[in-house]
C-alpha cells in the first residue's frame, strides 16, 4: 500500500482500529525508511516492534524517540561521547506509558549533546542535515526528531524542550512541536539538562497527531518525579474550524527586531489570516522578555554544570584511559568526553554559581524569572494567547554559526520566554520563507503561548490555524 | 605571663535514620548486604533518574526537631551541594541550606545551630597497594549505603573539653534513641561527629581560628581527639604561633592529627535549591504526628524518676538518659511486690552491680530478667542473702539465667544469720583465739576484726558481718 | 571580565582538563557571553522574590514502602573498571 506513508499518525491509527492496516507493516515500512536514512536523523534503529499491548488506544503506530530518552537496553547516549554505547536498565515514564499506549519504539533519534544547542551540529554522532535542504542545520536540539517526522522517516517523535529544542527544530523542518505545561509530563528517565525548564513534548505532522500524542503523554502525576503533575482534564481532540472570540496578543518585544524579513511576512500573513478567521489581534507587552535570553543562559547552564556531574567516569559511560589519579580521571574524562559546547556550558554554569558570583547571576537570573512569568501572567488577563514567531531566522547553513556562542544562543531568544514562565508553547508550520541572502524558501514557524494546561484550547486554535494555512510538508517525505 | 585559655568545641553529627528505604528511592536499608545489591537508578545517579523525598524521613527529622526544643521551619527545602568525589553519585549530594527543617534548640544547657535532613554517601573501600592498577591504587566503591537518610545536627559552639563533648554526644546518643529514629551507634557508623575546635583567651568573646577534626568513631575516641587538639592548640599558641584553619584527621591508634585539607584548598559547593525536588510545607498534620510519635524523653523521664521513686537527681539522669538501663529499671520495679521500697536498692543494682558485668550492652539482653533482679533485691532486703552471696547470685545469673530463690538453695548460700549454727561457728572462732577474745573484752574494740575474719571464712560469706558482730559481741558479754 | 586564572580555576572546580588553547579560548568566549548576560544587571528587582520551581506543588513525597533494586550484574554492567564486586576507581587517598 503506497498511501501508507502519506497517512498522518492519527489517520494511521484509525485505518490499524479499523482493520484497514496491519500494525505490523506499517512498523516495518518505517524501520526500512528510518534504517535507510541519509540525514543522520537515528542513531539506533530497532530490528522489530516490540509485542504489542491488547487493544492499545494508538494503535501500533511507530514513534520516534530522542536519544537522550532513557529505554531499556537501546543505547541512551544523549548525543554524548561520554554515553557512547550506554544501555540504561530502565525506560523513561513517558516512552513506557506511550508504548503502553501502543506507539512502539522505531529508533532513538539523534539530537545535540544533552540537549544544548540549536543546530543539531552538538552531537557526537555527527549533524543532523534539513530534509528541506541538506545544506542546512534541521535546527536543535530535538533536530532528529523534527528532521525524522519532516522526512517521513517516523509516523512522529518524542523530543524535549529545554528553551525551545521541540518549537525551534519543527519550525526549522516544517513540522508542529508542542512544548506542554512544566510538570505535565514526567520527566523520570529524560537525561536532564536544566531540570527545572526540561519538558518532554510531541513532534508531528499535524496538529491532530500532536493533540493525539500528548493525550496519552500527560494525566496522573508520575510518583517517580516529585514535580510532575496531574493534568486536570484529558487533552480534546482538536475540531475548531474559526477563530470566534479567540483574543491573540502580539507582544512588541518578539515581534520586531532580530528577526528575519521573510519570518516576519510569514507572521504578519498568519496574524492577518487569524482576522479573516474571528480572532482579535492586538499588540501586548512582555517587558522583561528582551532579557528572557539572558536569564536563561544563566539558569540553564547552572543547573546542567550541576546535572553533568554524574558523568565521572565511575558507573558508566567513557572513562579516559590509563589515568594517573582520580583527580585526572575525572578531568581527562570529562574534558574527552564532553563535546566543546557542553564544556562551555558547563564552565559558564560552574562559574555563575561560584563563591562570590551567585547572588549577581543566579540569584537576579531567578527574579529575572518571576519577572517574566508575571509579564505573562498580565497578558493573559486580557488574551487568550501570546502568538510570535518561534524562531527569529529559516534554517541556517551548517556550520554558519558555529564560530560565535551567541550568535547561535540568539536562536532562543523568541522561545525561552514560555520555558521560563514553565507555560505551554506550540509552533506550527506557517508558510515557507526564502532565506535574507535569497535562495529556495524553507519553512517557518507560528509561535502560540499560553497560561499553563491550556494545551486543549491552545491545539484547537491551532487546528483551525492549520486548515486555512494549509500548509502541505509532503514534499519532503517523498 | 601566659593568658588562660577556653576551648571552644562546636559538634556537627549525622545520624543515620531507621527508615525502611533509602532517603530519596525505594532501595532498603543495607545491613550488611553483599556490595551493590541495594541500589537503583536514583541512588545510583544514572542518567536521567530523579529523587522523591521519603515521607517517613521527614517525620523522623520532626520528632528530632521536637525533642530537642527546635523551632520548625513550615517550608523548607532541600538544596544542592556540588563537589566531586567517588562516593557521591551524583557529583552533588542533596541536602538543606539557608533554609533547613529545624534551627534553634537546646539540649542540656547546650544550644543548637539546626537541624537538617540529607542522603549519605557510598562506602569507599581503599585497597590500598594490593589493588594497583597501571601502578596507582585502587578504590571500590559500594552504593548500598549511598542515599542512607541523614540527620545532620549541629550545635553552636558552647561545649568546653574533650570530657564535655563526649558526656554531651552520650545524652544526645539517649534521646535519639528513646525517639526509635536511628540505632544510634557510633561503632557502626549510624552516629557519626565531627567537631570544630579553637581556643580564646579565657572571658573573651570572638572565637579563635578553628579547626575541623574528622573520624572519631567511637565516644572514647571523641572525647581523646577533641582533648589532643586542643593541646596541639594550646601549643601552638603558648609557643608564639598561629593556629591554621584546616580539617584535620584524627588517629586514634596514634592519637595523632594528621592534616586531610587546608583552607587553600575548601571547597567551592555551589550550592543551589534543587530543582528536582519540591519544597516541605510542614503541615500542621505532620506536627501532630510527630508529636504523637514521641515518647517520653529522657529529661522527662528522670524528673519522673526523681519524683516518683525517690531517686538521687544523679541516679535518675542516669537510668533516665541510658534509656535501656531506664526501661529495665522499670520492668524490674514492676516485678518487685507493690510497695516494697526497693526502688532504690535497685536502681543501684542496675547502674552497679549489673553495669559493672555487662558494660554498654542492654541488660534487657542478657540473661537477668528483670523479675530475677527484683527477687535478689528482695531476697538481700529480707537478709536472707548477704551483699556478697547476691553478687555470687547474679554471676550464676548473667551465666545461665535462672531464678535467684533456686540457685540460693541449690548451692545452699542461704544466710546463716538468725541460725543456731552461726552461734555455734562463732563460739568456736572465740575458743580458737583466747587472746583475741580477751583484748575484745577489755575493750579492744580493733580485736574483734580477728574473730570475724574466721568466721565469714567458716561461713563462705553466708553470714551477714553486722550479724555475725553482734554474735562476738553478745557471747563475749560487751 | 573573566581572565585566564578564573577559568583555570572554574575548570578545576567542573572537573574539566583545558588544554592551553582551549583556556585561550574559553576565556574569550566565556567573557563574551557574560557581556550580554550582565545585561540583567541594570535590572531594578528590589523586592522580587526568586523563582526556583514554576510549579506551585510541596510535599510531592514518597512513602516508605522498598521497591526492586537492580541486581549486582546490572549495577555494574555499565562500569568502566570493576573489582571486588564494586566499582574501581584510582584511590582519592593515593
Ligand atoms: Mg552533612
Ligand atoms: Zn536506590
Known amino acids: ?478 | 605571663m601566659t593568658p588562660d585559655f577556653e576551648p571552644v568545641i562546636g559538634l556537627e553529627i549525622h545520624v543515620q535514620l531507621k527508615t525502611r528505604t533509602k532517603m530519596f528511592c525505594g532501595c532498603e536499608l543495607s545491613f550488611g548486604a553483599p556490595p551493590n545489591t541495594l541500589t537503583c537508578p536514583v541512588c545510583l545517579g544514572l542518567p536521567g533518574a530523579l529523587p522523591v523525598a521519603n515521607a517517613r524521613a521527614i517525620h523522623f527529622a520532626l520528632m528530632i526537631g521536637l525533642a530537642l526544643g527546635c523551632e520548625l521551619a513550615d517550608h523548607s527545602v532541600f538544596h544542592r551541594k556540588n563537589y566531586f568525589y567517588p562516593d557521591l553519585p551524583k557529583g552533588y549530594q542533596i541536602s538543606q541550606y539557608d533554609e533547613p527543617l529545624c534551627r534553634g534548640g537546646e539540649l542540656a544547657g547546650v544550644r543548637l545551630h539546626r537541624v537538617h535532613l540529607e542522603e549519605d554517601a557510598a562506602k569507599l573501600i581503599h585497597l590500598g597497594a594490593s589493588g594497583r592498577i597501571h601502578g596507582s591504587e585502587q578504590s571500590i566503591v559500594d552504593f548500598n549505603r549511598g542515599g542512607t537518610p541523614l540527620v545532620e545536627i549541629v550545635t553552636e559552639p558552647e561545649l568546653r573539653s574533650g570530657e564535655h563533648a563526649r558526656e554531651w554526644l552520650s545524652l544526645l546518643r539517649a534521646t535519639l534513641r528513646s525517639l526509635g529514629v536511628s540505632d544510634v551507634n557510633m561503632e557502626e557508623g549510624s552516629l557519626r561527629a565531627d567537631a570544630n575546635v579553637s581556643l580564646r583567651p579565657a572571658g573573651s568573646t570572638p572565637l579563635g581560628t578553628k579547626t575541623e577534626l574528622k573520624n572519631m568513631n567511637s565516644f572514647r575516641f571523641l572525647e581523646r581527639g577533641v582533648t589532643a587538639e586542643i593541646e596541639r592548640q594550646r601549643a601552638i599558641i603558648e609557643g608564639g604561633g598561629e593556629v591554621a584553619q584546616e580539617t584535620l584527621h584524627f588517629d586514634p591508634a596514634s592519637g595523632a592529627l594528621t592534616t586531610l585539607r587546608s583552607k587553600e584548598e575548601a571547597h567551592d559547593y555551589r550550592y543551589f535549591p534543587e530543582p528536582d525536588l519540591v519544597p516541605i510545607a510542614t503541615t500542621a498534620e505532620m506536627l501532630e504526628q510527630a508529636r504523637a510519635a514521641i515518647g517520653e524523653l529522657p529529661a522527662a523521664r528522670a524528673v519522673r524518676f526523681e519524683r516518683d521513686f525517690g531517686l538521687s537527681a544523679e541516679m535518675a539522669h542516669l537510668l533516665a538518659f541510658r534509656s535501656d538501663l531506664g526501661d529495665y529499671f522499670e520492668a524490674a520495679n514492676a516485678a518487685s511486690a507493690a510497695d516494697s521500697g526497693h526502688a532504690q536498692q535497685l536502681a543501684n543494682w542496675v547502674s552497679g552491680q549489673l553495669v559493672a558485668r555487662i558494660g554498654e550492652q542492654d541488660p534487657a539482653t542478657s540473661n537477668v530478667t528483670p523479675a530475677a533482679l527484683a527477687t535478689l533485691v528482695e531476697l538481700v532486703s529480707a537478709r536472707e542473702l548477704t551483699n556478697g552471696t547476691a553478687r555470687e547470685v547474679l554471676d550464676v545469673l548473667l551465666q545461665s539465667g535462672g531464678d535467684p530463690r533456686a540457685i540460693v538453695a541449690e548451692r545452699g548460700l542461704a544466710s546463716l544469720s538468725d541460725d543456731s549454727e552461726l552461734a555455734a561457728i562463732v563460739a568456736a572462732a572465740i575458743a580458737a583465739d583466747p587472746d583475741a577474745a580477751a583484748k575484745v573484752r577489755a575493750g579492744n574494740a580493733k580485736a574483734i576484726a580477728a574473730l570475724i575474719g574466721p568466721v565469714m571464712r567458716e561461713t563462705r560469706g553466708r553470714a551477714d558481718g553486722s550479724e555475725v558482730t553482734k554474735l562476738i559481741r553478745e557471747q563475749l558479754g560487751v | 571580565m573573566i581572565d585566564r586564572d578564573t577559568v583555570l580555576h572554574v575548570a578545576r572546580l567542573a572537573r574539566l582538563e583545558l588544554t592551553d588553547g582551549e583556556v585561550e579560548r574559553m576565556v574569550g568566549e566565556l567573557g563574551g557571553v557574560l557581556e550580554h548576560i550582565e545585561t540583567i544587571a541594570q535590572l531594578d528587582l528590589d523586592g522580587v522574590p526568586p523563582t526556583t520551581h514554576v510549579v506551585e506543588v510541596a510535599n510531592a513525597l514518597r512513602e516508605d514502602e522498598p521497591r526492586a533494586s537492580l541486581s549486582r550484574q546490572q549495577a555494574l554492567a555499565g562500569a568502566p573498571a570493576v573489582a571486588d564486586e564494586g566499582f574501581a576507581v584510582p584511590s582519592p587517598q593515593a
Not at chain 1, 572513562?319 to 575525572?330: E, G, K, N, Q, T
Request: hydrophobic share 40%; glycine share 10%.
Open chain 1, 1 to 478: 500500500m503506497s498511501g501508507l506513508i502519506d497517512l498522518s499518525a492519527s489517520q494511521a491509527a484509525a485505518a490499524i482500529k479499523r482493520g484497514e492496516v496491519d500494525p505490523g507493516a506499517l512498523f516495518d515500512l518505517y524501520r526500512q525508511r528510518a534504517a535507510t536514512d541519509s540525514l543522520n536523523a537515528y542513531t539506533w534503529v530497532a530490528e522489530q516492534a516490540p509485542k504489542a499491548p491488547p487493544q492499545p488506544s494508538l494503535g501500533g503506530v511507530p514513534l520516534a524517540v530522542k536519544d537522550l530518552f532513557c529505554t531499556e537496553g537501546v543505547p541512551s547516549q544523549s548525543g554524548s561521547r561520554i554515553l557512547e554505547g550506554y544501555r540504561p536498565p530502565y525506560t523513561a515514564t513517558v516512552v513506557e506509558r506511550l508504548a503502553q499506549a501502543g506507539a512502539p519504539l522505531l529508533g532513538k533519534t539523534n539530537q545535540d549533546e544533552f540537549a544544548m544547542g540549536s543546530s543539531n551540529e552538538n552531537s557526537a554522532f555527527g549533524p543532523v542535515l534539513n530534509p528541506w535542504d541538506r545544506a542546512r542545520v534541521p535546527g536543535g536540539s530535538s533536530g532528529g526528531s523534527a528532521a525524522a517526522v519532516a522526512a517521513g522517516l517516523a509516523p512522529w517523535a518524542i523530543g524535549t524542550d529545554t528553551g525551545g529544542s521541540i518549537r525551534q527544530p519543527a519550525a526549522l523542518c516544517g513540522i508542529v512541536g508542542l512544548k506542554p505545561t512544566y510538570g505535565a509530563v514526567s520527566r523520570y528517565g529524560m537525561i536532564a539538562f536544566a531540570s527545572s525548564l526540561d519538558q518532554a513534548g510531541p513532534l508531528t505532522r499535524d496538529v491532530s497527531d500532536a493533540a493525539l500524542l500528548l493525550s496519552h503523554m500527560v494525566g496522573e502525576r508520575d510518583p517517580l518525579d516529585a514535580t510532575s503533575l496531574d493534568f486536570p482534564e484529558p487533552i480534546a481532540m482538536p475540531s475548531r474550524r474559526t477563530l470566534a472570540g479567540i483574543r491573540l496578543g502580539v507582544p512588541s518585544e518578539l515581534t520586531g527586531e532580530g528577526i528575519e524579513p521573510g519570518v516576519l511576512g510569514a507572521f504578519q500573513a498568519t496574524l492577518e489570516l487569524a482576522r479573516q478567521l474571528g480572532a482579535t489581534v492586538e499588540s501586548c507587552a512582555l517587558p522583561h522578555a528582551p532579557h528572557a535570553l539572558a536569564a536563561y543562559y544563566v539558569l540553564a547552564p547552572a543547573e546542567c554544570s550541576s546535572n553533568l556531574a554524574r558523568f565521572d567516569g565511575v558507573r558508566y559511560g567513557y572513562r579516559a584511559a590509563d589515568p594517573d589519579d582520580l583527580l585526572s580521571m575525572y578531568e581527562r574524562t570529562r574534558h574527552d568526553g564532553f563535546g566543546v559546547e557542553v564544556r562551555r556550558r558547563v564552565m559558564l554554569g560552574t562559574y555563575v554559581l561560584s563563591s562570590g558570583y551567585y547572588e549577581a547571576y543566579y540569584g537576579r537570573a531567578q527574579r529575572v524569572r518571576t519577572k517574566i512569568a508575571a509579564d505573562f501572567a498580565a497578558a493573559f488577563e486580557r488574551f487568550d494567547f501570546v502568538v510570535m514567531p518561534t524562531s527569529p531566522c529559516v534554517a541556517f547553513e551548517l556550520g554558519s554559526k558555529l564560530a560565535d556562542p551567541y550568535a547561535m544562543y540568539l536562536n532562543d531568544f523568541l522561545s525561552v520566554p514560555a520555558s521560563l514562565a514553565g507555560i505551554p508553547a506550540l509552533s506550527i508550520p506557517n508558510g515557507l520563507a526564502s532565506p535574507p541572502g535569497g535562495g529556495t524558501p524553507l519553512p517557518v514557524g507560528f509561535q502560540l503561548a499560553g497560561p499553563a494546561f491550556s494545551e486543549s484550547q491552545m491545539l484547537d486554535v491551532a487546528f483551525a490555524l492549520e486548515q486555512a494555512l494549509g500548509f502541505d510538508g509532503r514534499a519532503v517525505r517523498s
